[in-house]
C-alpha cells in the first residue's frame, strides 16, 4: 500500500486532527480495500437482483402464480416499505457495532431470502414466495446505506468518490442483471410445471451465489483498515465514542437545510427510477405486445449506461469536487431524458426506445453516488451511514408513492400520462437542487489538515 508519513516530532498535526495521537499520526492505504469493495458491490449486486427479478417479467409471474399485476408490483415495493421503519436501529448498529457485523448481517438474510424462495416454486405458494422477498428486503436494509461509509473507512482522499461510485455499481448491476436474466431464463410458456422447472433454475443459481457471497464475507470482510486513510477519517476516530450520540447525530442532520433540500431532490429522482424500474414491463408491453426479453434488455440499457454514469461522475467528483455544480448539470439532464422517454416510447420504433432509456439512464442512476458523496461532504463529520440512510428513506418512500400513483394513473389513463407525472416531479426536484448550497465540510476538514 500506499504510505504517506509525517515527519517527525511534527505537533500540529495532532492538534489539526482533533488530537490524534501518534496511533493516526501515519496515513496509509490497505491493499485489502480493494477486496472489501469488490466482495460488498458482489453481494449487494445479488440483493438487488432479487428486488427486481419479478418486476422484469412480470406478466408471467402473473400468471403463475395467478395474482394481479399489482401484487407482483408489491414484491419489489416490499424493499421499499421494509426499509423506511428499520433504517434507524440498523444506522445506529452500524455506529455502534461496524461495518463487519453489518456485511455480516445483510449477505447472511440475501442467502436466507434466496433458500426461501426455493420453496414457492408451485402456483399456490404465493406467501412463501412473499416471505422469500421480505427476508431480502430486511438484507436490502443493511446493504444500502453502506457505499459512502464502505468509501470513507477504507479510502484515501483523492479516491473516496470513485469507490463509492464502484459501491453503488454493485446494486447497479444487479439490478441490470434482474432486467436481463429472467426474460431469458424464464420463457413464457403456456404449461405450468414447465414454467415451475425455469424458475427453479432461476432461484437454484441465485441461493447458490447468494451463499459462496456469505461465506467470503465471513473470511474476507474486516471492520476497518490498520491505519486510517484520510486525514478526515483519523480525525473521526480520534473522537471519544462517549462524545458521539446517536440521536443527536439525525436532529443535527434534520436541522442542517442544505441536507434536507438534498434528502427531497434524492428521494423525487431515486424515487423515479424505483418506479420507472418497477412498472418498465408493463409499459414497453404494453406499447410491444410479446416483447418480454426486449423489455429485459431496455431495462438492462437503462442501468448499464447508469453505471458508466456513475462511474464518470465520480472520477469527476474526485478530479474537481465540484459537487454543487455536477448534481445540478445531472439533474437536470435527468429531467430532459425523461421528456424524451416520455414522447418517443409510443413511436413504434423499439430501436429509438433503447436509446432513450439510455440517455435517461446515464443521468438518472448516474445521480446515485452524487447525492451520496455530496451529503457525506454537507454533513461531516457525521456519519454517512446515517446521511445515506435518510437519502435512501427519502427515495423508498417516494419510490412506493410514485410506483402506485404511476401504476394507477398507467391503468386509467395511459403509459404517457404515467410518464408526464415523473417529468414534473423531476422539474420539481430541479428547481429544489439549485437552491443548495455547497457547503463543502469534509473537503474543508481535509485541506485545513493538509496545510497544518
Not at 44 to 69: H, K, P
Not at 103 to 121: C, D, F, I, R, Y
Not at 140 to 161: C, D, K, N, T, Y
Not at 182 to 202: C, F, G, R, T, W
Amino acid at each position: 500500500g500506499m504510505v504517506l508519513q509525517e515527519p517527525a516530532g511534527a505537533p500540529s498535526l495532532s492538534a489539526a486532527a482533533g488530537g490524534v495521537g501518534d496511533a493516526a499520526a501515519e496515513v496509509q492505504l490497505s491493499r485489502l480495500r480493494w477486496a472489501v469493495l469488490l466482495l460488498f458491490s458482489s453481494y449487494s449486486l445479488c440483493n438487488a437482483f432479487q428486488w427486481i427479478q419479478y418486476g422484469s417479467i412480470n406478466n408471467v409471474f402473473v400468471r403463475f402464480y395467478d395474482v394481479s399485476a399489482f401484487a407482483i408490483d408489491w414484491l419489489s415495493m416490499s424493499y421499499m416499505l421494509i426499509y423506511i421503519p428499520l433504517l434507524f436501529p440498523v444506522a445506529w448498529l452500524l455506529d455502534k457495532r461496524g461495518l463487519r457485523l453489518i456485511a455480516l448481517a445483510g449477505s447472511a438474510l440475501n442467502a436466507m431470502g434466496a433458500w426461501v424462495k426455493l420453496g414457492s416454486l408451485k402456483p399456490h405458494l404465493f406467501p412463501v414466495t412473499v416471505l422469500g422477498q421480505v427476508i431480502c428486503g430486511l438484507a436490502q436494509v443493511f446493504i444500502l446505506g453502506m457505499p459512502s461509509r464502505i468509501a470513507s473507512v477504507w479510502f484515501g482522499s483523492h479516491e473516496v468518490s470513485t469507490a463509492c461510485s464502484i459501491a453503488v455499481f454493485g446494486n447497479q448491476l444487479g439490478i441490470a442483471a434482474g432486467f436481463l436474466v429472467p426474460p431469458v431464463l424464464i420463457p413464457n410458456v403456456e404449461d405450468v410445471e414447465k414454467l415451475a422447472y425455469h424458475i427453479s433454475i432461476m432461484f437454484f443459481m441465485t441461493a447458490g451465489v447468494a451463499s459462496a457471497l456469505f461465506i467470503l464475507v465471513i473470511i474476507v470482510f474486516k471492520e476497518k483498515p490498520p491505519n486510517p486513510p484520510s486525514r478526515a477519517q483519523a480525525s473521526i476516530q480520534s473522537r471519544p465514542m462517549a462524545e458521539y450520540s446517536y440521536v443527536q447525530s439525525i436532529l443535527r442532520l434534520l436541522r442542517n437545510a442544505n441536507f434536507l433540500l438534498l434528502m427531497v431532490t434524492y428521494g423525487l429522482n431515486v424515487g423515479c427510477f424505483y418506479a420507472l424500474s418497477t412498472l418498465l414491463n408493463r409499459m414497453v408491453i404494453h406499447h410491444y405486445p410479446g416483447e418480454e426479453v426486449n423489455a429485459g434488455r431496455i431495462g438492462l440499457t437503462i442501468v448499464l449506461s447508469g453505471m458508466v454514469g456513475a462511474l464518470i461522475s465520480g472520477i469527476w467528483l474526485d478530479k474537481t469536487k465540484t459537487y454543487k455544480q455536477t448534481t445540478l448539470v445531472v439533474y437536470i439532464m435527468s429531467l430532459v431524458g425523461m421528456i424524451v422517454y416520455t414522447f418517443t416510447l409510443s413511436l413504434g420504433h423499439l430501436w429509438v426506445v433503447f436509446v432513450t432509456a439510455g440517455l435517461l439512464g446515464f443521468f438518472m442512476t448516474g445521480y446515485l453516488p452524487l447525492g451520496f458523496e455530496f451529503a457525506a461532504e454537507l454533513t461531516y463529520p457525521e456519519s454517512e451511514g446515517t446521511s445515506s440512510g435518510l437519502l435512501n428513506v427519502a427515495a423508498q418512500i417516494f419510490g412506493i408513492a410514485f410506483t402506485i400513483g404511476q401504476g394507477q394513473i398507467m391503468d386509467h389513463f395511459g403509459t404517457k400520462a404515467g410518464n408526464l407525472l415523473l417529468c414534473s416531479v423531476l422539474f420539481l426536484g430541479t428547481i429544489m437542487t439549485a437552491f443548495i448550497k455547497a457547503d463543502l465540510r469534509r473537503q474543508q476538514a481535509n485541506l485545513e489538515n493538509e496545510q497544518t
